[in-house]
Each structure stands twice: as C-alpha cells, then as structure tokens.
T-cell receptor
Framework: EIVLTQSPVTLSLSPGERATLSCRPS??????LAWYQRKPGQTPRLLIY???FRATGIPARFTGSASGTHFTLTINNLEPEDFAIYYC?????????FGGGTRVESK | QVRLEESGGGLVKPGGSLRLSCAAS????????MAWIRQTPGKGLECISY????????HYADSVKGRFTISRDNAKNSLSLQMTNLRAEDTAVYHC???????????WGQGTLITVSS
C-alpha cells in the first residue's frame, strides 16, 4: 500500500498569504495524484488532478506541482473561503490512498 | 447537478451486518466507476471498495476483504455495499463517490454513519 504523508498537519496563515502544502508518497506514483479540499459539513471537492491540472471551476490561485516524488499544493493569496482541510490522494495502484490531511487555518 | 445519496447506516453490534445503498441521479450512472470511501477520526479517508462501470472490475481494501461486497445496478442507478461481520473499527462515515473523467473522485455523497458497538 502506498502511504501518503502530508505536512504540515496544520498551517496557520492570514488571508492574502501563500499556503504551501506537501504530500510525500512512500513509493513512486508517477503523476497520478490529486488534491481535495474539505470544509465542515461539505463533501471533498476535487481541486487538482494528475499533479497539476485544475479541476473544473477551480480558481487559478490553486497550483499543483511535483519535484521528484515530492508533491506540492500551493494556494496563492489565500481567500477566507480557502481555510479548510486539504487531502492528497493517489490512484497509481490499488488501494487508492489518501494523505492524513493538512488543516489550513486562519491565524 | 450530480447527486449521490447514501442510506442504510446506523448502530449495529459487533459481528452484525448492514447494507448501504447509494442512489445516483442527474448523470448517466452506467458510464462511471464508483467507490465507497469511509472516514474515521483515527484513520482519515480510506477507499475501501471500487467497482468499474460495468461491474467487471472490483477491488477491496484488505481491511474489508472477505467481509464486504460491493455491487451496482445500472438499471436502477444504484450502488450497494453489503457489510458483514462488522467490527468496532468499521465505525465511520461511509461515502459513495464517483470516479470522474479525470480518474479521480469528482462527486461524493454526504455520507452515512455506521457505528459498530455493543
């Protein structure tokens, strides 16, 4: 099973700042990684798929990237509605696995 | 707007059984693979079962293999999860989710809570 390690667990930032979230897989997953946003009382929302492609309707301030086996979600110019929990997920091999999440909270 | 609605959750004793259903609407159900994903405070999000659009490919997580059975009825736009020999560690919110054109989960149901306790 591919384990995804997300860091940090919590990120405390102010609106307008940049959030940088990390996801490290325990083995190579090529580019088959997605990021989801989850707010209280809502279902997860697909933000990024295949490492760097924004899903339909996702604002350009959300950017996905990778360097080697290290994947990053960057949120530029944080908006109030961006404070949420973010999860990465791989589908390179079954079982599809999720990271433990990073909570982006308002400082 | 795509709609996925789970039902069938509740309180069940260890060793008991339960059947979850997911009613899909506002999209062509037979065109999409589906999955059951559960969330617990301790283990986070866990994709426990997956079924291809025609039902010929099925996967189970090791944690539920041999105890849970996924199925679908494309004529009724319905996804099911038969759960047997339930354990305390199966306590979670269970979501059905659609695997979208991106091959990731683009729509999720709100979930149904299963509590396994004596």
């Amino acid at each position: 099973e591919i384990v995804l390690t997300q860091s940090p667990v919590t990120l405390s930032l102010s609106p307008g700042e940049r959030a940088t979230l990390s996801c490290r897989p325990s083995q190579s997953i090529s580019s088959s990684l997605a990021w989801y946003q989850r707010k209280p009382g809502q279902t997860p929302r697909l933000l990024i798929y295949d490492t760097s492609f924004r899903a339909t309707g996702i604002p350009a301030r959300f950017t996905g990237s990778a360097s080697g086996t290290h994947f990053t979600l960057t949120i530029n110019n944080l908006e109030p509605e961006d404070f949420a929990i973010y999860y990465c997920q791989q589908r390179t091999s079954w079982p599809f696995t999720f990271g433990g999440g990073t909570r982006v909270e308002s400082k | 707007q795509v709609r996925l609605e789970e039902s069938g959750g509740g309180l069940v004793k260890p060793g008991g059984s339960l059947r979850l259903s997911c009613a899909a609407s506002r999209f062509t159900f037979s065109d999409y693979s589906m999955a059951w994903i559960r969330q617990t405070p301790g283990k986070g999000l866990e994709c426990i079962s997956y079924i291809s659009r025609d039902g010929t490919t099925i996967h189970y997580a090791d944690s539920v293999k041999g105890r849970f059975t996924i199925s679908r009825d494309n004529a009724k736009n319905s996804l099911s999860l038969q759960m047997t020999n339930l354990r305390a560690e199966d306590t979670a919110v269970y979501h059905c989710a659609r695997e979208g054109p991106t091959w990731f989960f683009d729509y999720w149901g709100q979930g149904t809570l299963i509590t396994v306790s004596s």
